[in-house]
């Protein structure tokens, strides 16, 4: 599976939409990007996931760039219950890659 | 609440002591996972099951670590001789997947491992 890149952590006003951003370069054809989100003492919650078009549900929207090298997770009106650890993902959903990869995410802090 | 649920949700023990942990899947999923998490780094995978069949283990998982999945429901996850370096949090995660397609991974809240 590809590696991804995330900044450590991140800030954002009560409200206002938080933008994740993720570099997976190496990203090859078959490989869904994934975000999973983990509030403190609690398992990780899966968000969204997409191939390269845009998908949005009930949580957030993904935004792929058309070369599937980065993406954004976008939380649009943040609250405070927003505020974990945001881990982007990529993965093969054939083959043996059956586990998910975790890196160390991206701590959001969503600030009153 | 995801429906996975772990057992017990904190245990400290003794090094050298043996330790086992439960995880009830949501109960028709057929892909149950097992993972460990240490304080600051994301959950790393230690084994993976099918129903009942153990497909892939990763190389954290000592001889000292054993999982079973005896029916394809429930699963223990065994840690003999325990040392210092196995305090963790433990997470299960169950998934339904078909052939070569894997649902979303609904985890649970963890058991956490101190070993004194």
């Known amino acids: 599976d590809a590696k991804t890149t995330q900044p450590p952590s991140m800030d954002c006003a009560e409200g206002r939409a938080a933008n994740l951003p993720c570099n997976h370069s190496t990203i090859s054809g078959n490989e869904y990007v994934y975000w999973y989100r983990q509030i403190h003492s609690q398992g990780p919650q899966y968000i969204i996931h997409g191939l390269k078009n845009n998908e949005t549900n009930e949580m957030a929207s993904l935004i792929i760039t058309e070369d599937r090298k980065s993406s954004t997770l976008i939380l649009p009106h943040a609250t405070l219950r927003d505020t974990a650890v945001y881990y982007c993902i990529v993965r093969s959903s054939s083959g043996s890659a059956r586990q998910l990869t975790f890196g160390s995410g991206t701590q959001l802090t969503v600030l009153p | 609440d995801t429906g996975v649920s772990q057992d017990p949700r904190h245990k400290i023990t003794k090094r050298g002591q043996n330790v086992t942990f439960r995880c009830d899947p949501i109960s028709e999923h057929n892909r149950l996972y097992w993972y460990r998490q240490t304080l600051g780094q994301g959950p790393e995978f230690l084994t993976y099951?099918?129903?009942?069949?153990?497909?892939?283990k990763s190389r954290l998982l000592s001889d000292r670590f054993s999982a079973e999945r005896p029916k394809g429901s429930f699963s223990t996850l065994e840690i003999q001789r325990t040392e210092q370096g196995d305090s963790a949090m433990y997470l299960c995660?169950?998934?339904?997947?078909?052939?070569?397609?894997?649902?979303?991974?609904?985890f649970g809240e963890g058991s956490r491992l101190t070993v004194l």
């Open positions: 995660a169950s998934s339904l997947g078909s052939a070569g397609v894997t649902g979303e991974l609904f």
């Open positions: 099951f099918q129903n009942e069949a153990q497909l892939e």
